[in-house]
């Protein structure tokens, strides 16, 4: 055939369909995309801090066990408010001239997606504690540790950033444990990490409709949430499951006089607005006013901490909190 003899032919053929799939297949698209997505109004700019941490993030793989992807499914409803939308990556730009940066959606889900992880999960102590080792948190954790983003030192200077490691953890290390600047923008990046609301906030349903409120799980008697579930979801992670917190960086539970005494107030503002009152802990965030818990899940949750690990409470019943919560709002007006 003269074709196959004629070498100009042969690959300039080749370079014409190369150049017209590419065309076709990836940049039309892309400038597509690009013209028809816009990032929400309310997004928010990566602080340089966060765009510094992206690229920390990129270089230690967390992407082969975490997505940032909350499909239209039943079972993603954990991982956002809302499935996610192609606005949602529409602001996502180059790292610098030479290197794109992948919208990092992943593929695996080993960890936990962390779409929304700045809102689940805001704590600077217990991010970088977990980066340390997973392990002191999370006893049951396959997430490797990330030991080189920290350093030793005999003694801590005022600028340095403090990491409440137990003396089991440091593997023989004497001295104190302080963040690299590397694991603080890191920890910049996981915490720039929330889903944006929509607009008037008409968040698009999932395919299968939420069912009231029973999907938290029922507890004992019928109507009433399990405190258990709710406890494991928003406080185990620093709390720990025995109630017993960690010293140095979240008070024990289990025992604790706000916990099974009778200043109930204070018990139900801490738990809606957090909690900052001791320089020998972190801060606790406003996990309840955050989740828009209504006194439904704040009773469960009392009832649940006030009966367990040897606490022994009073029972407390949501007429009675919701009280307590109305007259809270009443001093913040
Ligand atoms: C081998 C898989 C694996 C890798 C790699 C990995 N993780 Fe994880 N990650 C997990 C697992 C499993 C969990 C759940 C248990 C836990 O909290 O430790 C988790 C939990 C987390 C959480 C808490 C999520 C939540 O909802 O409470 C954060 C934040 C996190 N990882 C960040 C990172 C960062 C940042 C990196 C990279 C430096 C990373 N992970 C690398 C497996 C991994
Ligand atoms: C990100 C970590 C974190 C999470 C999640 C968290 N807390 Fe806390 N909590 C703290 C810290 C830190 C303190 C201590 C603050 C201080 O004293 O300055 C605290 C204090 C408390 C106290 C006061 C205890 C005492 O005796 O001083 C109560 C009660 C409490 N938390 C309940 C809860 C409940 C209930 C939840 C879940 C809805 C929860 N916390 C989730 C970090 C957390």
Redesign the pocket.
Known sequence: MKFFDNHKKLFGTATIMFVGLTLLVAIIPAINNQQKNRPLPDAEEMSPEAVKGKVVFIANGCVACHTQQVRNVEMDKTWGSRPGLPADYAGIKRTDFWRNTATLMGTERTGPDLTDIGNR???L??NLVHLYNPRIVVKESVMPAYPWLFTTREQASASDVVVNVPEAYKKGKEGTVVATEDALHLVAYLQFLKQTPLPGNNAPEFLYTREGKETVGSGNTPGEMDGKA??IA??Q???QANGEGLPG?????KG????TGNNLQL?VD??LNG????PE?????P??ANLGWTEHEVAA?INY?RSNWGNDGEKVSPEEIKEIMEFIQQQTK
């Open positions: 999960q805001p704590s102590d217990w709710l406890y928003n406080c992670a620093c709390h960086a979240f008070p024990p539970l604790s006089s706000i916990v018990y801490i738990i909690y900052d009152a001791r802990y972190g801060a606790m965030a996990v309840g949750i901490e």
